[in-house]
Structures are given as structure tokens and as C-alpha cells.
């Protein structure tokens, strides 16, 4: 398996309040990405990353932010949490091929109370 | 603008059955296209995937799945299912042209498996 890891794995947070999310890899990949997982619409790319302080938007990134310091670590944050954005969230990583085979990891389930 | 629709939100089979999971695509050109598999509280691992050559490709755990340019399709398909398949299904694509790729995925479908 990819060495991926997600912190925390479980988070219950009330409205109006920060978080961030972190994925770490140890497979010294590129290509870093954040989705949400809701029933009903699969997984939806919020923000992706393709080098150190190199990002750019998805599909649903509003009320999103990114930031990639190290090659190894993708953080994730809600500036301000909302109920709308209670989900599963991945990160997932890719090698030189870019978009293309993409390993994940196990998620993170956000509950926004 | 590419998608992917998979038209079986649910599906039940028997244990023992064979299995065919529907996926189509809309994309004008050949696309990359893959098979992830989801298990209850876990991420998504990679089951197979197809870019070019070969229009019937082979993935892990006994899985295949075929591209069918006339039909826009990428079934996935396994002849004999066991207990620990049930899962989720997704179908992914990427378009092949250089730059700005987007993996896309489908909707999902969920398998379960009856003794």
C-alpha cells in the first residue's frame, strides 16, 4: 500500500470554527490532492497540488484553502466550517503521471455541527 | 466535458455469480480510464486501469474489465464473486490530451453479495 496517512481520522466540530485536515506521504510523490466523498456524487476534487507551494483548484473548492510547504504534507483547511461541508474527505497522491493512478489514503470523517 | 455515469446505484449477487458492473463515459477522444474499489470505512484502492492497446485489461483480485469505443463503455466484470467483494464501485476517467487532466469519477455502485 502507499504510504499515506490522514490526521485526524475522525473530527466533530461546530459551525464558524477553523480545521485543518493533513495528508502525509512517505512515497516522495509529486502530485498531491484533496477530495470529498457525499452519497450520491462519488469523490469531487477540491484542490490539488503538483509541487511545494504549487497549487490549483477543483471542482468544489469554495470554502476551501490548501497549502503545501514539503514535499510530504497537504493540508487541508476550512477557514470556517459549515454544516455543508460535513464529508469524507481523501487525500490522494500520484507519481509523474500526473492525474493518472492515484493511490489513496484512508479518509477522514468530518462531522460540522 | 467529460463524465462518467454508472447507471446501477446497487446491485446484489449471489455469491459464487458472476459479476458485471456498468460504467459509460462521454469523451470525444480516447480517455484513461479506471476501476476503484472502496470496502466499508476504507479508502479506495486501485483495481485496474486502461489507457491504450489491449481493449480487455486485468486488474487485482480476478477482475477484468473492456473498453468498447462504439459502445463508450468500461464494464468491469469478475465470473465467479466472493463474500469479501462487496464493496463500492467506482469508474474514473481522464481525458488523454496534455494538461489540465482531471480524474472524474462516477457515482458508484454498491455491491452486495448474498450467501
Known amino acids: 500500500d502507499a504510504g499515506i496517512t490522514q490526521s485526524p481520522r475522525h473530527k466533530v466540530t461546530e459551525t464558524g470554527t477553523p480545521v485543518t485536515l493533513r495528508c502525509h506521504q512517505t512515497e516522495n510523490h509529486r502530485y498531491m490532492y484533496w477530495y470529498r466523498q457525499d452519497p450520491g456524487h462519488g469523490l469531487r476534487l477540491i484542490h490539488y497540488?503538483?509541487?511545494?507551494?504549487?497549487?490549483d483548484k477543483g471542482e468544489v473548492s469554495d470554502g476551501y484553502s490548501v497549502s503545501r510547504s514539503k514535499t510530504e504534507d497537504f493540508l487541508l483547511t476550512l477557514e470556517s466550517a459549515t454544516s455543508s461541508q460535513t464529508s469524507v474527505y481523501f487525500c490522494a497522491i500520484s507519481g509523474t503521471q500526473g492525474f493518472y493512478e492515484q493511490y489513496f489514503g484512508p479518509g477522514t470523517r468530518l462531522t460540522v455541527t | 466535458a467529460q463524465s462518467v455515469t454508472q447507471p446501477d446505484i446497487h446491485i446484489t449477487v449471489s455469491e459464487g455469480a458472476s459479476l458485471e458492473l456498468r460504467c459509460n463515459y462521454s469523451?470525444?477522444?480516447?480517455?484513461?480510464l479506471f476501476w476503484y474499489v472502496q470496502s466499508p470505512g476504507q479508502g479506495l484502492q486501485l483495481l485496474l486501469k486502461?489507457?491504450?492497446?489491449?481493449?480487455l485489461v486485468q486488474g487485482i483480485k480476478g477482475f477484468e474489465a473492456e473498453f468498447k469505443r462504439s459502445q463508450s463503455s468500461f464494464n468491469l466484470r469478475k465470473p465467479s464473486v466472493h463474500w469479501s467483494d462487496a464493496a463500492e464501485y467506482f469508474c474514473?476517467?481522464?481525458?488523454?490530451?496534455?494538461?489540465?487532466?482531471?480524474?472524474?469519477f462516477g457515482t458508484g455502485t454498491r455491491l452486495t453479495i448474498i450467501p
Open positions: 469523451y470525444g477522444a480516447t480517455p484513461y
Open positions: 474514473a476517467v481522464v481525458k488523454s490530451n496534455f494538461g489540465n487532466e482531471k480524474l472524474t
Open positions: 497540488s503538483y509541487g511545494v507551494k504549487d497549487t
Open positions: 486502461y489507457f491504450s492497446g489491449d481493449t
